[in-house]
């Protein structure tokens, strides 16, 4: 079945870096746009960034832009989000997810795939 295990979160103080790793199984993985999203206690889960298959096309939202960096590497099925810069209000659960198709690429409902997410703690 298809798996997706996140790795790399962890505790950062305020404007530290961070890089998180996703590793695909079981889809063939070029095939999918992959995305990042998080989410924060309390609040919804929010779209950050992605990818299209070729790695080609990367998307991000407007909280994330030129700090955070989405790639991918279809030899190894994995998808990672540099993190720099970051924030007290980046600290979430950060979850990947995989889909095809590259429309609404920020609606969480479009990705058939997700992982079981990974904890960023930026301390202030």
């Known amino acids: 079945q298809v798996q997706l295990v996140e790795s790399g979160g962890g505790l950062v103080q305020d404007g530290g870096s961070l890089r998180l790793s996703c590793a695909a199984s079981?889809?063939?993985?070029?095939?999918?746009?992959m995305g990042w999203f998080r989410q924060a206690p309390g609040k919804e889960r929010e779209f950050v960034a992605a990818i299209v298959w070729s790695g080609a096309v990367t998307y991000y939202a407007t909280s994330v832009k030129g700090r955070f960096t989405i790639s991918r590497d279809n030899a190894k099925n994995t998808v990672y989000l540099q993190m720099n810069s970051l924030k007290p209000e980046d600290a979430a659960v950060y979850y990947c997810?995989?889909?095809?198709?590259?429309?609404?690429?920020?609606?969480?409902?479009?990705?058939?795939?997700w992982g079981q997410g990974t904890q960023v703690t930026v301390s202030s």
């Open positions: 079981g889809l063939t993985f070029s095939n999918y746009l």
């Open positions: 997810a995989g889909r095809y198709g590259s429309n609404r690429y920020t609606e969480d409902n479009t990705y058939s795939y």
